[in-house]
Each structure stands twice: as structure tokens, then as C-alpha cells.
């Protein structure tokens, strides 16, 4: 094994073509030899993977590797498991993004009973911190699960920025898309077309109460927190705004008072570009925050589960106005007394390719109204 493991580490850089190192690894895990995958694995990175010998991260080398990880990671059993932490803990390759990417990869392949190895051996604390809340957003009791639940519980991680999430599923997240990876891909479902609503058109004579921006750099940057990675790693473009209004706003007169905001999204919106607006339950306005933040835009992969569901909460309590500080409860108590929009329209400003966020939360009082829009093209 040492030979042909050897054979193809020094043949690696002059391949044109790496399929052929795929199907070795592919069968030798099929026979039941996972150690085979993991060893290539580690050969590889202590070659190449700090660039040393090539100026760089060879293309080969990401390609095989990333093939090895999913191999393993996607095929069931605690041996594979246990063959992915021995992969992801070199000092060569480990980092956060790896963490994270690894964490959706296991949880979404294998039974949580298998898992628990993450949790008593050798493994990244951020893979443990991810892999908490991947298991928990696929409906995993983790407080009740042994070899997980004495670390899930224990108060040494909860500094982590993941350590704010509750260990169990709230009533408004219960319905979160979780993509389904193989070795070869993942596929995924996209929540920002048309849902169950209420519809609502724009009324003529609205009475709609004046209107003054209340933004602050803090708060846009917080309701944008599902979406940022739109914009820093694709080529999303985001509006994130506050509105002070000087009376009670009726939520049927939402439709109305949007074209009223000088909004830069709906510039050019009206009888050319109609909008579409639609009261949504707020379960919906946190899917689709999830599903941006955790899958990414039109070029890049997202924060994966359990960083999702952070920027999810953290969008939707800087729309309801919730106050920093807040626990989770206290933020969903803010969201479910918010009434939830969403809209859209065929202006310039948004793509309409796959990507397009319309959300807007009229606050309790009815005297607050926050709005975020995305879009993303590829």
C-alpha cells in the first residue's frame, strides 16, 4: 500500500487528468479499506499542500484531496468517520472553513451514534461547534445523544460564537433546506421564489404615515448578516434600511409605503415594474435568510449549516429590532410580533436570475419598518 500510495504522491504533479487517482481511492473504500483513502489523503498534504514544492496549491492536489475528504465523509459507517478526523486534523490542511465545510459533509452522511467519535478522540474544536448545530438543524437531540451530549453541554465552549444557539430547534426554524451531498456534487433547494401567502396589492389612497431613515452602519450591517457572503464572495449587491414612521402603519398598506422609502431596489418600480409583495409567516423570512447564508450565492458555497443558522437568527433580530444582548427566545419573541413581507419587482436593481431577497418587517408598534433586498447573478 505504502508503494502505490508513494507511486502516486510523486506522479501527482504531471497528471492532466486525476479521475484515474479518483477510481483507485473509490474502490479501495468500497472493499472496505478506508485507511487507504485517509493515508493518501495525509501523503498528499505533507507534499503539497503548503505549496512548497510547487510555488503553490497545485490544482491536482485541491482536486484529489477534496475527492478523498468526500469520499469519505459521504460514505456511511463509523470507520469512515473516523478516517475523516484523522484527514482533517494535519496541522497541513485544518482550518475553519475546512471545519465548517467537513462538519456539513458528516452530519448530512452519517448516523449521529457514529459521530460521537468527533467528540472523544482527536478533532478541531470548531469541527465539534459546527458539527453541534449540523445535527441539531437535521432534528438530532444532542443533550440525549451519548458521546455528544457531555461536550454540547459543557460550559468550556460557550465563548464560542456558536455557543449562543439553543441545542434544540425553535418553532420558527423547523423547516430548514439542508442540502444532500454525494462524492461527486450536493444539490440543495433555493426557498426565494413564490410560498403560501397572502398577497397584497399596492391601494391607491393608502394612508401612509411619513417616514424617516433611522439606519445606522450597525444595523444595516447586522440585518445584512445572512447575505454579506453575496456580496464579499460573489457578486451579490444588498440594501439593508430602517424606517421611523410618524404614525401606525396598517400591514395592508406595506405594499404602498415601500414605493414611498426611496428604496434603491424598487427604483423605477410601479405601473412599468409592478410589486409583488406578500405577507409571509416569519418560519418563511428565516429559511430564506438560512438558505442564503448557508448556500451562498451564484460563486460560492456559503457558511454551511451551523454558521447559517447564526447569521439566519442574527438578520432576522436586527430586522425586528430585537436589542444586542438578546437570547435566542427573547429574539423570536420580537420576530412573531413583527408582521412579515416579502417582495419583489422587475427593476434594474435586482438580477432576477436565482438569487433575489425582498424582506420587510413591520415592527409590533407599527411605527417601525425594516427592509432587506439582495440579489446575486452569475
Same mark, same amino acid.
Given at each position: 500500500?505504502?508503494?502505490?500510495?508513494?507511486?502516486?504522491?510523486?506522479?501527482?504533479?504531471?497528471? +492532466?487528468?486525476?479521475?484515474?487517482?479518483?477510481?483507485?481511492?473509490?474502490?479501495?473504500?468500497?472493499? $472496505?479499506?478506508?485507511?487507504?483513502?485517509?493515508?493518501?489523503?495525509?501523503?498528499?498534504?505533507?507534499?503539497?499542500?503548503?505549496?512548497?514544492?510547487?510555488?503553490?496549491?497545485?490544482?491536482?492536489?485541491?482536486?484529489?484531496?477534496?475527492?478523498?475528504?468526500?469520499?469519505?465523509?459521504?460514505?456511511?459507517?463509523?470507520?469512515?468517520?473516523?478516517?475523516?478526523?484523522?484527514?482533517?486534523?494535519?496541522?497541513?490542511?485544518?482550518?475553519?472553513?475546512?471545519?465548517?465545510?467537513?462538519?456539513?459533509?458528516?452530519?448530512?452522511?452519517?448516523?449521529?451514534?457514529?459521530?460521537?467519535?468527533?467528540?472523544? $478522540?482527536?478533532?478541531?474544536?470548531?469541527?465539534?461547534?459546527?458539527?453541534?448545530?449540523?445535527?441539531?438543524?437535521? $432534528?438530532?437531540?444532542?443533550?440525549?445523544?451519548?458521546?455528544?451530549?457531555?461536550?454540547?453541554?459543557?460550559?468550556?465552549?460557550?465563548?464560542?460564537?456558536? $455557543?449562543?444557539?439553543?441545542?434544540?430547534?425553535?418553532?420558527?426554524?423547523?423547516?430548514?433546506?439542508?442540502?444532500?451531498?454525494?462524492?461527486?456534487?450536493r444539490s440543495h433547494s433555493m426557498p426565494y421564489g413564490p410560498s403560501e401567502s397572502r398577497e397584497l396589492a399596492v391601494i391607491?389612497? %393608502?394612508?401612509?404615515?411619513?417616514?424617516?431613515?433611522?439606519?445606522?452602519?450597525?444595523?444595516?450591517?447586522?440585518?445584512?448578516?445572512?447575505?454579506?457572503?453575496?456580496?464579499?464572495?460573489?457578486?451579490?449587491?444588498?440594501?439593508?434600511?430602517?424606517?421611523?414612521?410618524?404614525?401606525?402603519?396598517?400591514?395592508?398598506?406595506?405594499?404602498?409605503?415601500?414605493?414611498?422609502?426611496?428604496?434603491?431596489?424598487?427604483?423605477?418600480?410601479? +405601473?412599468?415594474?409592478?410589486?409583488?409583495?406578500?405577507?409571509?409567516?416569519?418560519?418563511?423570512?428565516?429559511?430564506?435568510?438560512? %438558505?442564503?447564508?448557508?448556500?451562498?450565492?451564484?460563486?460560492?458555497?456559503?457558511?454551511?449549516?451551523?454558521?447559517?443558522?447564526?447569521a439566519a437568527w442574527q438578520s432576522l433580530a436586527a430586522l425586528a429590532g430585537s436589542p444586542e444582548g438578546a437570547t435566542v427566545?427573547?429574539?423570536?419573541?420580537?420576530?412573531?410580533?413583527?408582521?412579515?413581507?416579502?417582495?419583489?419587482?422587475?427593476? +434594474?436593481?435586482?438580477?432576477?436570475?436565482?438569487?433575489?431577497?425582498?424582506l420587510a418587517a413591520l415592527s409590533s408598534g407599527r411605527r417601525r419598518l425594516s427592509v432587506l433586498a439582495a440579489t446575486d447573478?452569475?
Amino acid at each position: 500500500m505504502a508503494d502505490q500510495i508513494q507511486k502516486i504522491v510523486t506522479g501527482l504533479p504531471d497528471l +492532466k487528468d486525476v479521475t484515474g487517482v479518483w477510481a483507485v481511492a473509490d474502490g479501495r473504500v468500497a472493499q $472496505g479499506d478506508a485507511t487507504f483513502a485517509a493515508d493518501l489523503g495525509i501523503a498528499l498534504a505533507r507534499t503539497y499542500s503548503t505549496g512548497k514544492a510547487t510555488g503553490g496549491q497545485m490544482w491536482q492536489f485541491r482536486s484529489v484531496f477534496d475527492h478523498l475528504l468526500r469520499l469519505l465523509a459521504t460514505t456511511a459507517g463509523p470507520e469512515n468517520v473516523t478516517q475523516v478526523l484523522r484527514l482533517i486534523s494535519l496541522d497541513e490542511v485544518t482550518n475553519r472553513k475546512l471545519d465548517r465545510y467537513t462538519a456539513s459533509l458528516l452530519a448530512s452522511s452519517h448516523e449521529a451514534s457514529d459521530l460521537a467519535a468527533a467528540f472523544t $478522540g482527536r478533532a478541531p474544536e470548531e469541527l465539534r461547534a459546527c458539527l453541534v448545530h449540523e445535527l441539531v438543524l437535521r $432534528g438530532v437531540v444532542v443533550e440525549d445523544t451519548p458521546g455528544i451530549a457531555r461536550w454540547a453541554t459543557s460550559p468550556h465552549w460557550s465563548h464560542h460564537p456558536l $455557543g449562543w444557539l439553543p441545542l434544540t430547534l425553535s418553532d420558527v426554524e423547523g423547516n430548514a433546506d439542508l442540502p444532500s451531498y454525494s462524492v461527486h456534487g450536493r444539490s440543495h433547494s433555493m426557498p426565494y421564489g413564490p410560498s403560501e401567502s397572502r398577497e397584497l396589492a399596492v391601494i391607491a389612497d %393608502a394612508r401612509v404615515p411619513s417616514a424617516e431613515e433611522t439606519t445606522t452602519p450597525s444595523a444595516a450591517t447586522a440585518m445584512s448578516r445572512a447575505v454579506a457572503n453575496w456580496a464579499e464572495e460573489s457578486n451579490g449587491r444588498i440594501e439593508a434600511r430602517v424606517f421611523g414612521l410618524a404614525g401606525p402603519l396598517d400591514p395592508e398598506s406595506v405594499p404602498a409605503a415601500l414605493l414611498t422609502l426611496g428604496l434603491e431596489c424598487l427604483h423605477g418600480a410601479g +405601473k412599468k415594474a409592478p410589486l409583488s409583495v406578500g405577507v409571509r409567516p416569519p418560519a418563511q423570512a428565516w429559511r430564506v435568510l438560512f %438558505a442564503a447564508a448557508s448556500t451562498g450565492g451564484a460563486y460560492n458555497s456559503g457558511s454551511y449549516g451551523a454558521y447559517g443558522r447564526l447569521a439566519a437568527w442574527q438578520s432576522l433580530a436586527a430586522l425586528a429590532g430585537s436589542p444586542e444582548g438578546a437570547t435566542v427566545a427573547e429574539v423570536e419573541a420580537h420576530v412573531l410580533d413583527c408582521v412579515w413581507h416579502d417582495f419583489g419587482a422587475n427593476t +434594474k436593481w435586482f438580477d432576477q436570475v436565482a438569487w433575489d431577497i425582498g424582506l420587510a418587517a413591520l415592527s409590533s408598534g407599527r411605527r417601525r419598518l425594516s427592509v432587506l433586498a439582495a440579489t446575486d447573478t452569475d
